[in-house]
């Protein structure tokens, strides 16, 4: 089971730009990201949790929501086990908790192939 812990969240104003980050841990805090998908996901209150984008911890191939395209960035450090949301232009609409999940496979939008969750970071734009 992998363990995913998010920080980096704030308030910013519309315009502004955040930086998100996931580290990963695995078995003996080791985490061996051969073979998964990490994706970011956020949820707004009162909505249904959304897909943002993600990242295959092999090549670094990464796909996004048309929400976010051009604005977000997924990147990954693979000695640091981290997955970074570089998060501009930020609008109020983008106000969610942002939740990091990791699944085995080359997978995309479907929450149910994600089996691990971070608790999530909260992310608040002011217009």
């Known amino acids: 089971q992998v363990q995913l812990v998010e920080s980096g969240g704030g308030l910013v104003q519309a315009g502004g730009s955040l930086n998100l980050s996931c580290v990963a841990y695995g078995s003996g805090r080791a985490f061996s990201g051969s073979g998964y998908t990490l994706a970011w996901f956020r949820q707004a209150p009162g909505n249904e949790r959304e897909f943002v984008g993600k990242?295959?911890?092999?090549?670094?191939?990464?796909y996004y929501a048309d929400s976010v395209k051009g604005r977000f960035t997924i990147s990954r450090d693979v000695a640091k086990n981290t997955v970074y949301l570089q998060m501009n232009s930020l609008k109020p609409e983008d106000t969610a908790v942002y939740h990091c999940?990791?699944?085995?496979?080359?997978?995309?939008?479907?929450?149910?192939?994600?089996?691990?969750w971070g608790q999530g970071t909260q992310v608040t734009v002011s217009s």
């Open positions: 990242i295959e911890w092999n090549g670094g191939a990464t």
């Open positions: 999940a990791a699944g085995h496979g080359r997978l995309y939008g479907g929450q149910p192939m994600y089996n691990s």
